[in-house]
Protein backbone atom coordinates (compact mmCIF):
# COMPACT_ATOMS: atom_id res chain seq x y z
CA UNK A 1 0.00 0.00 0.00
CA UNK A 2 1.17 3.30 -0.64
CA UNK A 3 0.14 6.92 0.66
CA UNK A 4 0.86 9.50 -1.59
CA UNK A 5 1.12 12.73 0.44
CA UNK A 6 1.16 16.35 -1.26
CA UNK A 7 0.96 19.11 1.39
CA UNK A 8 -0.71 17.07 4.36
CA UNK A 9 -0.62 19.02 7.72
CA UNK A 10 -2.56 16.97 9.81
CA UNK A 11 -1.28 14.04 11.51
CA UNK A 12 -1.59 11.30 8.55
CA UNK A 13 2.35 10.70 7.91
CA UNK A 14 2.56 9.62 11.39
CA UNK A 15 -0.79 7.64 11.32
CA UNK A 16 0.65 6.02 8.02
CA UNK A 17 4.15 5.16 9.76
CA UNK A 18 2.56 2.81 12.20
CA UNK A 19 1.65 0.62 9.38
CA UNK A 20 4.47 -1.54 8.57
CA UNK A 21 2.91 -2.56 5.05
CA UNK A 22 2.59 0.97 3.61
CA UNK A 23 5.04 2.61 1.97
CA UNK A 24 5.17 7.02 2.16
CA UNK A 25 5.71 9.47 -1.31
CA UNK A 26 5.92 12.69 -0.94
CA UNK A 27 4.80 14.43 -4.20
CA UNK A 28 4.23 18.17 -4.91
CA UNK A 29 1.11 19.66 -6.12
CA UNK A 30 1.22 21.53 -9.32
CA UNK A 31 -2.38 22.87 -9.73
CA UNK A 32 -3.20 19.52 -11.68
CA UNK A 33 -4.76 16.77 -10.14
CA UNK A 34 -4.76 14.54 -13.22
CA UNK A 35 -0.72 15.35 -12.80
CA UNK A 36 -1.26 14.20 -9.05
CA UNK A 37 -2.71 10.83 -9.60
CA UNK A 38 -0.54 9.57 -12.08
CA UNK A 39 2.93 10.62 -10.30
CA UNK A 40 0.43 8.85 -6.78
CA UNK A 41 0.30 5.56 -10.11
CA UNK A 42 3.91 5.57 -11.30
CA UNK A 43 4.73 4.37 -7.59
CA UNK A 44 2.73 1.56 -8.12
CA UNK A 45 3.95 -2.01 -8.96
CA UNK A 46 0.76 -3.87 -9.17
CA UNK A 47 -0.94 -3.87 -12.53
CA UNK A 48 -4.01 -3.16 -10.72
CA UNK A 49 -4.25 -0.32 -8.26
CA UNK A 50 -7.27 0.89 -6.28
CA UNK A 51 -7.15 4.37 -4.40
CA UNK A 52 -8.73 6.61 -2.13
CA UNK A 53 -8.63 10.32 -1.46
CA UNK A 54 -7.86 10.97 2.17
CA UNK A 55 -11.11 12.09 2.59
CA UNK A 56 -13.34 9.57 1.30
CA UNK A 57 -14.62 5.58 2.42
CA UNK A 58 -15.91 2.74 0.96
CA UNK A 59 -17.29 -0.78 1.89
CA UNK A 60 -14.43 -3.18 2.49
CA UNK A 61 -16.14 -5.80 0.94
CA UNK A 62 -15.05 -3.19 -2.82
CA UNK A 63 -12.50 -5.56 -2.93
CA UNK A 64 -13.51 -9.15 -3.43
CA UNK A 65 -15.47 -7.15 -6.15
CA UNK A 66 -12.83 -5.09 -7.93
CA UNK A 67 -10.62 -8.30 -7.49
CA UNK A 68 -13.44 -10.58 -9.21
CA UNK A 69 -14.05 -8.12 -12.17
CA UNK A 70 -10.12 -7.61 -13.13
CA UNK A 71 -9.82 -11.41 -12.97
CA UNK A 72 -12.64 -12.45 -14.84
CA UNK A 73 -12.76 -9.75 -17.04
CA UNK A 74 -10.77 -7.90 -20.09
CA UNK A 75 -11.77 -4.42 -18.70
CA UNK A 76 -9.80 -0.96 -17.79
CA UNK A 77 -11.16 0.31 -15.14
CA UNK A 78 -14.22 0.25 -12.51
CA UNK A 79 -16.14 3.56 -11.65
CA UNK A 80 -17.85 3.90 -8.42
CA UNK A 81 -20.89 6.49 -7.59
CA UNK A 82 -20.13 8.75 -4.89
CA UNK A 83 -21.89 10.40 -2.24
CA UNK A 84 -20.61 13.98 -1.24
CA UNK A 85 -21.55 14.33 2.76
CA UNK A 86 -21.20 17.31 5.32
CA UNK A 87 -22.09 14.94 8.04
CA UNK A 88 -23.11 11.44 8.38
CA UNK A 89 -26.52 12.22 7.54
CA UNK A 90 -26.25 15.18 5.32
CA UNK A 91 -25.68 15.05 1.67
CA UNK A 92 -24.98 17.34 -1.41
CA UNK A 93 -27.10 16.55 -3.88
CA UNK A 94 -25.39 18.20 -6.93
CA UNK A 95 -23.92 15.49 -9.44
CA UNK A 96 -24.38 12.65 -7.93
CA UNK A 97 -24.09 9.90 -8.12
CA UNK A 98 -20.69 11.70 -9.15
CA UNK A 99 -19.17 8.74 -10.93
CA UNK A 100 -15.38 8.53 -10.26
CA UNK A 101 -12.66 6.24 -10.93
CA UNK A 102 -10.37 4.35 -8.43
CA UNK A 103 -9.71 0.83 -9.36
CA UNK A 104 -7.89 0.70 -12.87
CA UNK A 105 -5.61 -1.20 -14.97
CA UNK A 106 -1.99 1.02 -14.43
CA UNK A 107 -1.21 0.05 -17.97
CA UNK A 108 -3.87 0.10 -20.05
CA UNK A 109 -5.21 3.84 -18.36
CA UNK A 110 -4.05 7.40 -17.20
CA UNK A 111 -5.49 10.48 -15.61
CA UNK A 112 -6.79 13.61 -17.59
CA UNK A 113 -7.38 16.78 -16.94
CA UNK A 114 -6.20 19.12 -14.19
CA UNK A 115 -9.38 19.76 -13.01
CA UNK A 116 -12.18 16.88 -12.71
CA UNK A 117 -9.43 14.46 -13.87
CA UNK A 118 -10.89 11.42 -15.63
CA UNK A 119 -9.02 7.96 -16.01
CA UNK A 120 -8.66 7.69 -20.08
CA UNK A 121 -10.22 4.31 -21.19
CA UNK A 122 -12.48 3.57 -24.04
CA UNK A 123 -16.40 3.90 -22.04
CA UNK A 124 -16.64 0.12 -23.01
CA UNK A 125 -14.04 -1.37 -21.00
CA UNK A 126 -15.12 0.69 -17.42
CA UNK A 127 -17.30 -1.17 -15.02
CA UNK A 128 -19.74 0.53 -12.79
CA UNK A 129 -19.38 -0.30 -9.04
CA UNK A 130 -23.21 -1.51 -6.96
CA UNK A 131 -20.77 0.27 -4.56
CA UNK A 132 -20.66 3.79 -3.03
CA UNK A 133 -17.94 5.87 -2.06
CA UNK A 134 -18.47 8.47 0.58
CA UNK A 135 -16.92 11.71 0.43
CA UNK A 136 -16.53 13.93 3.89
CA UNK A 137 -14.60 16.70 2.36
CA UNK A 138 -16.74 19.64 3.65
CA UNK A 139 -17.56 20.01 7.10
CA UNK A 140 -20.04 22.77 6.37
CA UNK A 141 -21.73 24.86 3.34
CA UNK A 142 -19.12 27.28 3.56
CA UNK A 143 -16.07 24.95 3.58
CA UNK A 144 -17.59 23.64 0.18
CA UNK A 145 -17.79 27.04 -1.42
CA UNK A 146 -13.90 27.87 -0.27
CA UNK A 147 -13.03 24.81 -2.71
CA UNK A 148 -15.31 25.84 -5.13
CA UNK A 149 -13.19 28.97 -5.62
CA UNK A 150 -10.06 27.25 -5.52
CA UNK A 151 -11.70 25.32 -8.34
CA UNK A 152 -12.20 27.86 -10.20
CA UNK A 153 -8.55 29.61 -9.33
CA UNK A 154 -7.04 26.00 -11.31
CA UNK A 155 -9.70 26.29 -14.13
CA UNK A 156 -8.30 29.82 -14.91
CA UNK A 157 -4.78 28.27 -15.17
CA UNK A 158 -5.61 25.54 -17.43
CA UNK A 159 -9.02 26.93 -19.49
CA UNK A 160 -7.37 28.62 -22.39
CA UNK A 161 -10.79 28.73 -24.56
CA UNK A 162 -12.67 32.17 -23.37
CA UNK A 163 -15.86 30.38 -23.56
CA UNK A 164 -15.47 27.43 -21.64
CA UNK A 165 -13.79 29.64 -19.29
CA UNK A 166 -17.31 31.60 -19.12
CA UNK A 167 -19.36 28.47 -18.93
CA UNK A 168 -17.19 27.53 -15.98
CA UNK A 169 -17.83 30.96 -14.10
CA UNK A 170 -21.46 30.55 -14.78
CA UNK A 171 -21.88 27.09 -13.25
CA UNK A 172 -19.97 28.34 -10.15
CA UNK A 173 -22.46 31.40 -9.71
CA UNK A 174 -25.16 28.40 -10.26
CA UNK A 175 -23.79 26.35 -7.83
CA UNK A 176 -23.01 29.22 -5.50
CA UNK A 177 -27.01 30.20 -5.06
CA UNK A 178 -28.19 26.91 -4.82
CA UNK A 179 -25.78 24.27 -3.00
CA UNK A 180 -27.98 23.45 0.07
CA UNK A 181 -27.25 20.17 1.90
CA UNK A 182 -30.04 17.67 2.26
CA UNK A 183 -30.52 14.51 4.08
CA UNK A 184 -29.11 10.97 2.23
CA UNK A 185 -33.01 9.91 1.23
CA UNK A 186 -33.37 12.58 -1.04
CA UNK A 187 -30.84 11.75 -2.95
CA UNK A 188 -32.07 8.31 -3.88
Same mark, same amino acid.
Given at each position: ?? $????????? $?????????????? +?? %?? +?????????????????? &???????????? =? @???????????????????? =?????????????????????????? @??? &????????????? %????????? &?? +???????????????????????? +??? &????????????????????????????
Amino acid at each position: MI $TYLNGSTDQ $TESIVKTFPLCRIV +HG %EF +HDDFARLRNDAISQCQND &HIFGLDGDEYID =P @KVYYEIKRIFETTDLYAIRF =PRYNQYTPDTYVPRFYPDYQTRALDR @KQT &HYIRALHEIVQAP %ENMIATSIF &HI +HHRAYKDIESDIEDYILQCKIAEK +HIS &HESARARFQKAYTIFEKEAKPVPKQNLL
